[in-house]
T-cell receptor, first 114, second 113 residues
Framework: DAGVIQSPRHEVTEMGQEVTLRCKPI?????LFWYRQTMMRGLELLIY????????DSGMPEDRFSAKMPNASFSTLKIQPSEPRDSAVYFCAIPIDAGTDTQYFGPGTRLTVL | GENVEQHPSTLSVQEGDSAVIKCTYSDSASNYFPWYKQELGKGPQLIIDIRSNVGEKKDQRIAVTLNKTAKHFSLHITETQPEDSAVYFC????????????FGEGTQLTVNP
């Protein structure tokens, strides 16, 4: 997991609050993926960036979710307002090799919305 | 779009036995098939992958086989050890510009000592 830093590792918040999840690749990458993992739905791709531009955000559940990648070393996933059904583990991933779909996952952020 | 199905959802084996996990995919244009291992509290980690130009790939106790005609691929773990216990995910993609991985539902493997 050392190639990607995610923060916070755990977040507990109350319904209606804004939540910001952060992802920092150790080495800058122009591509980055955000996933959500739940028992019910498994591992779902939310959005991915290429050259810091969102390419496919069809997996973003609702307008309450937004993501940014201002540079190759940082990305955020924001939920506003949060709801209990957003409780999940959120992973960001980066390509291991340029031009391939081989991905390296971060350790994840466990989000609990009460 | 691509649809990946994975079986079984749970698998329990005795230490030293072999374990086999199978996946099918729907998109005949998919040509990249990785397998990930996820331990409790951690992110998925790539353990082996295969591309469609080969039918089998092996790395020590782990092997993956691919049948493009039937659109299925399998993970084989031999001489299983308790530390192999984890959730395993298969995935598939076209591996072209803008492509994305589609994951299976996962298999909880338990290796009993």
């Amino acid at each position: 997991d050392a190639g990607v830093i995610q923060s916070p590792r755990h977040e507990v918040t109350e319904m209606g609050q804004e939540v910001t999840l952060r992802c920092k690749p150790i080495s800058g990458h122009n591509s980055l993926f955000w996933y959500r993992q739940t028992m019910m739905r498994g591992l779902e791709l939310l959005i991915y960036f290429n050259n810091n531009v969102p390419i496919d955000d069809s997996g973003m559940p609702e307008d309450r979710f937004s993501a940014k990648m201002p540079n190759a070393s940082f990305s955020t996933l924001k939920i506003q307002p949060s709801e209990p059904r957003d409780s999940a583990v959120y992973f960001c991933a980066i390509p291991i090799d340029a031009g391939t779909d081989t991905q390296y996952f971060g350790p994840g952020t466990r989000l609990t919305v009460l | 779009g691509e649809n990946v199905e994975q079986h079984p959802s749970t698998l329990s084996v005795q230490e030293g036995d072999s374990a086999v996990i199978k996946c099918t995919y729907s998109d005949s244009a998919s040509n990249y098939f990785p397998w990930y291992k996820q331990e409790l509290g951690k992110g998925p980690q790539l353990i082996i992958d295969i591309r469609s130009n080969v039918g089998e790939k092996k790395d020590q106790r782990i092997a993956v086989t691919l049948n493009k005609t039937a659109k299925h691929f399998s993970l084989h773990i031999t001489e299983t050890q308790p530390e192999d216990s984890a959730v395993y995910f298969c995935a598939a993609s076209r591996e072209t510009s803008g492509s994305r991985l589609t994951f299976g539902e996962g298999t909880q493997l338990t290796v009993n000592p």
